[in-house]
């Protein structure tokens, strides 16, 4: 039921159903469902720790007779003290959830209840994604804290998002707004997009995305003569950016064209969006930069509660809380050498595409040798090769390819045979969200969830 105040519309495309007062466009509006359900997360798993789980799960699992799948974990608890540490230097920043990072919709639904997250969608799909775990909660979705953010959309997905009142978006060109002006009526709040020098970063993102200062002034210009209206700027240091000089001149560069669309628009920015590229093991120190760089040049925003900052958190908030256990499908020793294949049921069609897409470095830990479970465990057996460093490996994975190589020269704490498991932690960034089911492997993967900080 909806007052008399309120406007219901049942959308066909989406088959949701959106419920949300007449306001003025860019206002906090709320997205009510059909039905809700399934207020938990499918598969959790109380008082455990990440090793305890991955011993109680394998040593109930028999590779003669069980399919022995990949799998994942997922430690609650760590997802926890990401928050904490982004807190702790960045408190003024919100982060918003990279749904393309790690689509897992349990995931998704767990960000949810933590709460005071935000979430970046890039496509249609992401957006069903984050209104269906709000379903399955049984919580209504505040709209304002969804952003479409890929600078270039697909009319059909433009005129979903529009539909269901997620009506903030980045843009780097003319071109998009006129597009969003033509099917939205103008509908649409935006976010310039300004390019960075990424080119230090390992995945550069400025290549395809984001317009320069003196192009974004003209973006201004159109968006003034339309009728658009810009909340503000964002910008993007790429992923796994590297060089602070980026993320100084990415502030600075904002600013000037903050000072152009306040100098010409009516309405006031109050959105800038710094993008995302951070990670767990390289935080503090650009964390350090972009807070005084912030303080520098939106101070008095900040200080007047003017502005609303925010993050695109991918890796930072997923990588370090997964971890993937994958079987050994087969082993082959080097006649005459002290080289080993290992085998393993996942690899680059799979889980790892990380390797190829993502520029991972990953690193095989031995879960059981010899059926036994060795993970962590440093005691010396006739099967550790803590003695012996001169064992090679190469880790290949299930597929016919030749390029299906996840480890060309390595090392292992353990030896291996056929049915043990191998895991790799830091799993949950850029991983299952490319899984294919290429020479017909699974590209779908349980994952259970634990808190280690309960």
Same mark, same amino acid.
């Given at each position: 039921m909806?007052?008399a105040?309120?406007?219901?519309?049942?959308?066909?495309?989406?088959g949701?159903?959106?419920?949300?007062p007449?306001? #003025?466009?860019?206002s906090?509006e709320?997205?009510? +469902?059909?039905?809700?359900q399934?207020n938990k997360?499918?598969?959790?798993?109380?008082?455990?720790t990440v090793?305890? +789980?991955?011993?109680?799960?394998?040593?109930?699992?028999? #590779?003669?007779?069980?399919?022995?799948?990949p799998?994942?974990?997922?430690?609650?608890?760590?997802?926890?003290?990401?928050l904490k540490?982004?807190?702790?230097?960045?408190n +003024?920043?919100?982060?918003y959830?990279?749904?393309k990072?790690?689509p897992?919709p349990?995931f998704?639904k767990m960000?949810?209840?933590?709460?005071?997250? !935000?979430?970046?969608?890039?496509?249609?799909?992401?957006? @069903?994604?984050?209104?269906? %775990?709000?379903q399955?909660? !049984?919580?209504?979705?505040n709209?304002?804290?969804?952003?479409y953010?890929?600078?270039?959309k697909?009319?059909y997905?433009?005129?979903?998002?529009?539909s269901?009142?997620?009506?903030?978006?980045?843009?780097?060109s003319?071109e998009?707004?006129?597009?969003?002006y033509? +099917?939205t009526?103008?509908?649409?709040?935006?976010?310039?997009?300004?390019?960075t020098?990424?080119?230090s970063?390992?995945?550069?993102?400025?290549?395809k995305?984001?317009s320069d200062?003196?192009?974004s002034?003209?973006?201004?210009?159109?968006?003034?003569?339309?009728?658009i209206?810009?909340?503000?700027?964002?910008f993007?240091?790429?992923?796994g950016? @590297?060089?602070?000089?980026t993320?100084?001149?990415?502030v600075?560069?904002?600013?000037d064209?903050w000072?152009?669309?306040?100098?010409n628009?009516?309405?006031?920015?109050?959105?800038?969006?710094? !993008?995302?590229g951070f990670?767990?093991e390289n935080?503090?120190y650009?964390a350090?930069?972009?807070?005084?760089?912030?303080?520098?040049?939106y101070?008095?925003?900040?200080l007047n509660n003017n502005?609303?900052?925010?993050?695109e958190?991918g890796?930072?908030?997923s990588?370090?809380?997964?971890t993937? %256990?994958?079987n050994?499908?087969?082993v082959?020793?080097?006649i005459?050498s002290?080289?080993?294949r290992v085998?393993?049921?996942?690899g680059?069609?799979?889980?790892?595409n990380?390797?190829?897409f993502d520029h991972q470095?990953?690193?095989?830990?031995?879960?059981?040798?010899?059926?036994?479970?060795v993970?962590?465990d440093?005691i010396n057996?006739?099967n550790?090769?803590n003695?012996?460093e001169?064992n090679?490996?190469?880790?290949?994975?299930?597929?016919?390819? !030749?390029?299906d190589?996840?480890?060309?020269?390595?090392?292992?704490?353990?030896?291996v045979?056929?049915?043990?498991?191998?895991?790799?932690?830091n799993?949950?960034?850029?991983?299952?969200?490319?899984?294919?089911n290429f020479?017909?492997?699974?590209?779908?993967?349980?994952?259970?969830?634990?808190?280690?900080?309960?």
């Amino acid at each position: 039921m909806t007052s008399a105040s309120q406007s219901s519309v049942i959308n066909k495309t989406s088959g949701f159903i959106s419920t949300y007062p007449l306001t #003025p466009i860019g206002s906090t509006e709320s997205i009510l +469902f059909e039905e809700s359900q399934n207020n938990k997360l499918k598969n959790y798993v109380e008082n455990s720790t990440v090793k305890n +789980f991955l011993y109680n799960k394998l040593i109930q699992l028999n #590779p003669e007779y069980d399919e022995c799948s990949p799998f994942y974990i997922c430690d609650i608890g760590e997802i926890k003290r990401q928050l904490k540490l982004w807190k702790s230097e960045l408190n +003024f920043i919100q982060p918003y959830y990279a749904v393309k990072c790690n689509p897992n919709p349990d995931f998704v639904k767990m960000l949810i209840q933590i709460g005071n997250i !935000g979430f970046d969608c890039a496509s249609q799909n992401e957006i @069903k994604t984050v209104f269906k %775990a709000h379903q399955d909660l !049984g919580l209504n979705i505040n709209t304002e804290n969804l952003i479409y953010a890929n600078p270039i959309k697909p009319i059909y997905q433009l005129k979903f998002a529009n539909s269901l009142n997620v009506n903030l978006t980045t843009i780097d060109s003319i071109e998009e707004i006129e597009k969003i002006y033509k +099917f939205t009526d103008g509908n649409m709040n935006v976010l310039i997009r300004i390019t960075t020098d990424d080119s230090s970063a390992t995945c550069p993102l400025s290549i395809k995305f984001g317009s320069d200062v003196k192009y974004s002034k003209k973006i201004v210009d159109k968006c003034i003569e339309l009728g658009i209206n810009i909340r503000g700027i964002a910008f993007h240091c790429g992923s796994g950016f @590297k060089d602070s000089k980026t993320i100084i001149k990415a502030v600075k560069d904002s600013r000037d064209v903050w000072n152009y669309i306040n100098k010409n628009q009516f309405n006031k920015c109050d959105i800038l969006d710094v !993008g995302g590229g951070f990670s767990k093991e390289n935080f503090i120190y650009p964390a350090k930069i972009l807070n005084n760089e912030i303080q520098k040049f939106y101070g008095n925003e900040l200080l007047n509660n003017n502005i609303k900052i925010i993050s695109e958190l991918g890796r930072f908030l997923s990588a370090s809380c997964f971890t993937l %256990a994958v079987n050994v499908i087969g082993v082959r020793k080097e006649i005459d050498s002290n080289k080993t294949r290992v085998y393993l049921n996942d690899g680059l069609y799979g889980n790892l595409n990380c390797i190829l897409f993502d520029h991972q470095e990953v690193e095989p830990k031995v879960l059981t040798s010899y059926g036994k479970y060795v993970y962590n465990d440093n005691i010396n057996n006739s099967n550790s090769n803590n003695n012996n460093e001169m064992n090679q490996y190469s880790i290949w994975g299930p597929t016919c390819d !030749g390029l299906d190589c996840i480890k060309a020269k390595t090392t292992l704490s353990h030896d291996v045979k056929t049915g043990d498991w191998i895991g790799f932690e830091n799993a949950g960034a850029y991983t299952n969200a490319a899984a294919t089911n290429f020479n017909g492997f699974t590209n779908e993967f349980e994952c259970t969830f634990i808190d280690t900080d309960i």
